[in-house]
């Protein structure tokens, strides 16, 4: 029983990180680095936004996200089950974005989601198997130009990607 749990502990713990490695990657508009997260094989429902496989998920997100001024994601209650070499979470999650609009103003978007996921160990590493994105609460806030330049200071990820300092930070 010790050993199962010590298993349990050591999958959490690895599905964590990749819970921890979605918004990492996707702030700093790291495609390789998401990819990491989906076996080949995991799908994606994110109903009205996007259905389909991990790789086409994160091709849509690298689209939909480099053009944005900013976005933050942040990583709220996680909840895992583990069952031998599949595991299951429920994870709530905050996307602050920010968008230009085609007539000039400004979009402040706060959205609220869950993360329904699915887990697999394959070969001894833990991969996304399936996820399911349920959309809780959403707002936008919409800002002239003037307002949004007078209020708001902010980095583009696009700028950073790779060079944001944090990849040296853990470069050892």
């Known amino acids: 029983m010790q050993d199962q749990n010590l298993n349990d502990l050591l999958a959490q713990s ?4 990749l819970i921890h490695t979605y918004p990492r990657g996707l702030d700093r508009l790291d495609k390789e680095l998401l ?4 076996a080949d094989e995991a799908t ?3 109903p009205g936004m996007f259905s389909g496989s991990w790789a086409g998920f994160v091709d849509w997100l690298m689209a939909a996200h ?3 001024l900013y976005n933050r994601h942040t990583i709220g ?11 299951v979470s429920e994870t709530t999650a905050t996307a602050h974005l920010v968008v230009s609009r085609s007539d000039g103003d400004i979009e402040d978007r706060e959205t609220h989601s869950r993360y329904l996921d699915n887990w697999r160990k394959s070969d001894g590493v833990w ?4 996820r ?7 707002s936008v806030r919409i800002l002239t130009p003037e307002e ?12 950073v990607g790779r060079d944001d300092p944090s990849y040296a930070h853990f470069a050892h």
């Open 14 to 17: 690895a599905i964590m990180r």
């Open 35 to 38: 990819l990491t997260i989906g």
């Open 44 to 46: 994606v429902d994110f």
């Open 66 to 68: 480099t053009d944005m």
């Open 77 to 87: 209650n996680v909840l895992i089950e583990v069952h031998g070499d599949e595991a």
């Open 127 to 130: 991969q996304l198997a399936s």
């Open 132 to 138: 399911r994105t349920l959309r809780d609460y959403r």
């Open 148 to 159: 949004f330049a007078s209020t708001t200071t902010y980095v583009h990820a696009a700028d």
